[in-house]
């Protein structure tokens, strides 16, 4: 059973930094893609960053570019998110997401999820 655990959430001032966790377990994490979607208050779920099945290949939305960086830690399962210079916009539920073979980096192609970690960028 493939399971997700988001952690490190929390709250922020615009500008600050925070580094999410998402370990993955009851799959082999070498071939599946990673995603982290975010999905903030009467707004539709949107992906913010996918990882490659290889771990090998990144993959960012426009809004996050430069800011966000995605990373993976083989030897323990789990998938990061680095966030910096954040913005009262990024305040969102934040998921992570697993995909054997995902057309992109959207939440519509993505099937597994963790239970999702809040964080708020105060202004």
């Known amino acids: 059973e493939v399971q997700l655990v988001e952690s490190g959430g929390g709250l922020v001032q615009a500008g600050g930094s925070l580094r999410l966790s998402c370990a993955a377990s009851?799959?082999?994490?070498?071939?599946?893609?990673i995603g982290w979607f975010r999905q903030a208050p009467g707004k539709e779920r949107e992906g913010v960053s996918c990882?490659?099945?290889?771990?090998?290949?990144?993959d960012y939305a426009d809004s996050v570019k430069g800011r966000f960086t995605i990373s993976s830690d083989n030897a323990k399962n789990t998938v990061y998110l680095q966030m910096n210079s954040l913005k009262p916009e990024d305040t969102a539920v934040y998921y992570c997401?697993?995909?054997?073979?995902?057309?992109?980096?959207?939440?519509?192609?993505?099937?597994?999820w963790g239970q999702g970690t809040q964080v708020t960028v105060s202004s």
């Open positions: 990882i490659s099945s290889s771990h090998s290949s990144t």
């Open positions: 009851g799959f082999t994490f070498d071939d599946y893609v």
């Open positions: 997401a697993a995909s054997r073979e995902p057309r992109s980096c959207s939440p519509y192609d993505f099937g597994s």
